[in-house]
Structures are given as C-alpha cells and as structure tokens.
C-alpha cells in the first residue's frame, strides 16, 4: 500500500449556492495534502455553477462537471466515481462540511488496518450553528477494525455514503449507486461496497458535520411523505440486494426486514401523527393505501391493517386517561391489558369478509396482558414498536413520575415546537441526550441499560417499571 495514497474527493452538487463555499473552503484546509476534488453539478437552476467557477479558478486540483439538466444524485456520485483516478475515494455532500484532520484521520486508519472501507462518525450541524451528535445513528456506528462485512451484519445500518474512505477498486465498474432510487441510495451502494471490500473499519472520531436543514429546505428528507413511491423502490430494491445472498447472511436479512418493518410503520405513524395531533391533513384511507404501496411479500406484511392497529392502542390510551389517579405500575398494567384485550377479539374467527380485520402482532399484545415482573419488562423493551407507538402513554407517565421539570427541560430545549414538554421529551428529547431535570443524567442511564436504545421506551418509564420510582 502507498504511504500517500491519492484521495479522490466526489461532491454531487444540486442548488446549494449558499453552502458550496463553506464546503469546499473545509476540503481546500484538509492537513492531509495528496488529494483531489470532482464536483459534479447536477443541473442546478440558482447559480451554483458560476459560483463554484469563481471558487476554485486557477486550483486544478478541484475539476467540475456541470451537467446540462437534473440526473439525479445517484447519477451524479456515479458520474463522480468514473472520473477518479486516485487510490481512494471520499463523498462528500455539497452543504456539508469536514473538519480539517478527516482525511488524515482517515487515511491513517486505512493504511494501519489495510481497510478498504473505513468510516467516522458524524455531527448533526443544525442551522443556528449548533454541533449534536447523532445519538442514534451512534447505536450502529461503534468502533470496529479488520472486520469484514459478512461477519458484521449490523454494518447493514451504514445509511450515509458520506464520511466514508474507499478503495477505489473495490468499486470496480459494478458497484455503483441505483440511480432508479431517489432516496435511501446510499445504503444500497454501501452494501454494495463492502460485499466487494476485504476489511472494514469504523473509527470513533465525529470529523463530519452534516448540516440538517429546516423543513422549508430542498433536503429530501423532509419530503418524504409527499410522495412515498420513492421510499418504496428504495426498501425493495435494499429487500432485494439482501435476500440475493445465502444463508450465512441470515443475521443480516434478519437486520434489514426488520428496519423495513419499522421504516413502513414510521411513516405510518407520522400520517397517524396529521390525523389526531392536529388539523386532519390525512385519512386512513390514505394510511392504508400507503401500507399496501410497498411489496408486501417481501416483508411478510401481507396482514397489516393500520386502522386495527390504530383501534388497538387507541384503546389503551382511552382507558389511561381515564385512570390516572392510579399509581404508576398499575397504570401502565392496565394500559396493557386493556390492548391484549381488544387484540385477543380480534383473533375470534372472522367472517369470510373480514379478512382484514385482525392485527397481525396481535399475539405480542396479547402476551404482554399475560405477563408479570421482569418477563413483562424485558418483553416491553425486546418488542420496540410497542412503545414506540405508545408515546402519549409514555407522556402522560412522565408528567406523574416526579422525574420530570417541565421549566429546567423547556429551558435547554427553547422551542418544543407546539408540543406538550413531556411529549417533546419522549419523542425528542431523550434521544438528544436532553436531561429531563438538573440531577438526571440520561446518557450515563443509557449507558447504563444500553438495550433502551433499541426499546423505544423512554428512559423515566424504564426507572418506574425497573425501580419502581
């Protein structure tokens, strides 16, 4: 391996005249030197391309491509990855920034593990400045070295192709972004990616700073309920690619149905959020025909009918409302109960033209009436979507819990955006690694019960289920 191998910088460009400049000033001040930077303009309509000329005029290590009309960012990156030339190769996005020592950091690594896929971890760089880490993406994100894809399937969860450093032949002429996917491309190509590397490394260092714009931005992560097609061809084309592999992935596929799973019920869930959180801007007609949008088989979701879901927890919130003058444990029982209740109904047999009109976790809720002590705790928190789903429950526990100061946690948060503190705090806030009172500290409790990030649960109700407090 060269002791100074050549990096290959690719930056898809699409209408980011206001960001490219801090982006390509980060890449101009890397401490590592023996590098190169292919900007590829895909069809901007503001005047990015006049702008970036201006930039890096009479600095031939920067090179544009600037296409006539959009092709897409899949295209872009592709077109990026034909043109280099180096031994590696780096993605960045053209409104985010790197700090100084990411490529060093980077290349070091690469070098001393003989990586052909090395990664760092990031920031979430918000408008008004603010650095946060990305607690969740931190959950899969956990130092490996020499390892390789095969033996580490929750690699499976890389989503971004930015802060990463690739051996530019391990790409070859297959391994390309599928630019018939507009969104969630960049998990397809990482799979892609390391199903061809040899050893993979993820360092601890957050070197990348991904900007995350508000909601009025062109960041199309914000659009997504707009239109869900995009969504679906990027879940089967993922589905796809992971099931073409044998069995020896299996922990694999079991990973990347399951995100499925809970990718489907997210937006599921945001649609669910329109339709009682506020003005109606949805139906459930609309729900379910989202549901039925994806290829089902592929999931084993074939039963799914999100208004029994709906009726189901909906029942459970009813009867908390009306019993919180009961202590803690008891009421979250009696929430429990009362869902396994409605969902056993819903296992009597069906006439023939009713087909739809059973949950199919209906089973799980069923369990969870039927258990106590700590098989009723561990199977709250190995069953996620449970409380997932169940955040105003949740809310309304934290508020009785005595754990919760609604003035000390609206004073670090500022803007809750219109939402009940406690319900920012379950949905939000707990996540962020915001503390819900001056003498709770909530990322030492995660580090302490690391499985809650996986339960959805919030960590206060944890402590009133596990303690009892």
Not at 248 to 264: I, R
Request: glycine letters at 4%.
């Amino acid at each position: 391996m060269k002791a100074n191998p050549v990096v290959d910088f690719i930056i898809p460009n699409r209408n980011n005249a206001a960001y490219i400049g801090e982006c390509l000033q980060s890449i101009r001040v890397q401490t590592y030197t023996n590098w190169k930077c292919i900007i590829v303009d895909d069809g901007s309509t503001d005047n990015s391309v006049e702008l970036i000329e201006k930039l890096i005029e009479g600095d031939d290590r920067f090179q544009l491509i600037a296409l006539s009309e959009r092709a897409g960012v899949s295209r872009a990156r592709n077109l990026g990855i034909d043109a280099a030339d180096g031994d590696y190769v780096s993605f960045v996005d053209a409104d985010d920034i790197v700090a100084p020592e990411y490529l060093e950091a980077l290349v070091h690594e690469a070098i001393r593990s003989d990586a052909d896929y090395t990664r760092c971890r990031h920031w979430l760089f918000r408008e008004n400045g603010q650095l946060e880490p990305n607690a969740r993406d931190d959950i899969w994100s956990a130092p490996v070295r020499n390892v390789t894809f095969h033996d580490h399937a929750s690699a499976v969860f890389y989503f971004s192709s930015w802060a990463t450093l690739i051996r530019r032949s391990v790409l070859a002429d297959e391994v390309r972004y599928p630019e018939n996917v507009a969104l969630g491309e960049d998990r397809i190509f990482n799979q892609r990616a390391m199903l061809n590397s040899g050893k993979i490394c993820q360092i601890s260092a957050r070197l990348y700073k991904w900007r995350r714009l508000g909601k009025n931005s062109g960041q199309a992560t914000h659009h997504l309920l707009e239109s869900f097609e995009p969504i679906r061809i990027s879940i089967v084309e993922w589905l796809q690619q992971i099931d073409s592999l044998d069995e020896s992935y299996a922990d694999h596929k079991m990973f990347v149905h399951t995100s499925a799973f809970f990718e489907l019920w997210w937006h599921v869930w945001r649609l669910r959020n329109e339709l009682f959180d506020g003005p109606p801007n949805a139906s459930w007609s609309d729900v379910e025909k989202m549901m039925r949008m994806i290829d089902m088989d592929r999931v084993d979701m074939t039963q799914v009918n999100a208004k029994a879901h709906h009726d189901f927890m909906q029942s459970g919130y009813d009867v908390v409302r009306r019993n919180l003058d009961l202590p803690i444990k008891p009421l979250v029982k009696l929430f429990v109960e009362q869902v396994g209740r409605q969902s056993r109904r819903s296992q009597a047999p069906a006439p023939s033209n009713a087909s739809q009109s059973m949950h199919p976790l209906s089973k799980y809720l069923s369990e969870y009436a039927s258990l106590q002590g700590e098989d009723f705790l561990s199977s709250l928190i190995r069953q996620r979507w449970y409380f997932h789903q169940a955040d105003l429950v949740q809310a309304s526990l934290v508020r009785k819990s005595g754990m919760f100061d609604k003035r000390y946690y609206t004073k670090q948060v500022g803007d809750t955006g219109g939402l009940d503190p406690a319900l920012h705090f379950v949905r939000y806030g707990a996540v962020a690694l915001i503390n819900p009172q001056a003498k709770f500290d909530i990322r030492a409790y995660y580090e302490q019960f690391p499985e809650l990030w996986a339960s959805g649960m919030n960590p206060i109700v944890h402590r009133l289920l596990a303690i009892g407090e």
